[in-house]
């Protein structure tokens, strides 16, 4: 058996000699500053669209220029259709015609003067030029684009006196009646952050603070971030606010969360 060197402990002895070093809980003011956390969140409309030429025409009108405001219903770019409402007229007096050659040859089908093939063929070029009819005036709808909702024209695309093609794009339109906020935030904040949640969040180009409030918590976790998409709404009306601007939300868990 070895002889230990004198003075020299044991692991056993040593262990017994030194005590155990204790990890400090992390004072209450620390764990609050690392719970508290600054998220970065961007303003974003309710509703935005983009408006697109559905037929090929000139435009004649724009009532409504960049940065206006508008009500759902009222027109945004009116087309040059005189070309459409030519060939309306022609349509109809096609249909005109056919209706009379119609009823001239049910008369003399009554008479027994007709053949039935040739009354039935009469026929069919009525129906024929109803639905002639029936395309050029969907056609005459499309040379006025009218809002589908209320809002402001974010970017206008197009300029009078511009010819367009259909599918071209005429004006970016949003509704700003209601701006929300797109932010992140861990997962296990679920537990406690529900919509309704009251919160402040401060918008970097103003230099101010809003009231907001969660609306909707998003139907995916990431699993790899562990983290969820959550929109909330501005509370209240701001003229200052404008769909683009972006700021800092502060939420602070529960204690114990």
């Given at each position: 058996?070895?002889?230990?060197?004198?003075?020299?402990m044991?692991c056993?002895?040593l262990?017994?000699?030194v005590?155990?070093?204790?990890?400090?809980?992390t004072?209450p003011?620390?764990?609050?500053?690392?719970d508290?956390?600054?998220?970065?969140?961007?303003?974003?409309?309710?509703?935005y669209?983009?408006?697109?030429?559905?037929?090929?025409?000139?435009?004649?009108?724009?009532?409504?220029t960049?940065?206006?405001?508008?009500?759902?219903?009222?027109?945004?770019?009116?087309?040059?259709?005189s070309l459409?409402?030519a060939q309306?007229?022609?349509?109809?007096?096609?249909l005109a015609?056919?209706?009379?050659?119609?009823?001239?040859n049910k008369?003399?089908?009554?008479?027994?003067?007709?053949?039935?093939v040739?009354?039935?063929?009469?026929?069919?070029?009525v129906?024929?030029a109803?639905a002639?009819v029936?395309?050029n005036?969907?056609v005459?709808s499309?040379?006025?684009?009218?809002?589908?909702?209320?809002?402001?024209?974010?970017?206008?695309?197009?300029?009078?006196?511009?010819?367009?093609?259909?599918?071209?794009?005429?004006?970016?339109i949003l509704?700003?009646s209601?701006?929300?906020?797109?932010f992140?935030v861990?997962?296990r904040w679920?537990?406690?952050l529900?919509?309704?949640?009251?919160f402040?969040?401060?918008i970097?180009?103003?230099g101010?603070?809003?009231?907001?409030?969660?609306?909707?918590i998003?139907?995916?976790?990431?699993?790899?971030?562990?983290?969820?998409?959550?929109?909330?709404?501005?509370?209240?009306?701001f003229p200052?606010?404008?769909?683009?601007?972006s700021g800092?939300?502060?939420?602070?868990?529960?204690?114990?969360?």
């Open positions: 058996m070895l002889a230990l060197a004198p003075g020299f044991t056993a002895a262990a017994q000699a005590p155990p070093i204790r990890a400090e809980a004072p003011v620390a764990r609050a500053a690392l508290r956390q600054e998220i970065r969140a961007q303003l974003a409309p309710r509703r669209t983009t408006i697109a030429a559905e037929i090929g025409a000139k435009i004649s009108r724009i009532p409504v960049e940065g206006g405001s508008f009500r759902a219903g009222q027109t945004l770019v009116a087309l040059d259709c459409q409402q309306l007229q022609k349509a109809r007096a096609a015609a056919a209706e009379h050659v119609f009823g001239a008369r003399l089908n009554d008479l027994h003067s007709i053949g039935k040739e009354l039935e063929m009469s026929e069919a070029e129906a024929k109803k002639e029936a395309s005036t969907a005459i499309k040379c006025t684009v009218a809002a589908p909702f209320s809002g402001r024209v974010a970017e206008q695309k197009v300029r009078e006196q511009q010819y367009v093609q259909p599918g071209q794009p005429l004006l970016e509704d700003d209601v701006l929300q906020l797109e992140i861990p997962s679920l537990i406690w529900k919509p309704g949640y009251a402040q969040v401060r970097d180009e103003t101010k603070t809003y009231p907001a409030k969660v609306q909707r998003g139907a995916r976790v990431d699993p790899v971030s562990q983290s969820i998409k959550l929109t909330a709404a501005i509370d209240g009306k200052d606010l404008i769909a683009g601007m800092r939300v502060t939420l602070t868990p529960p204690s114990g969360q």
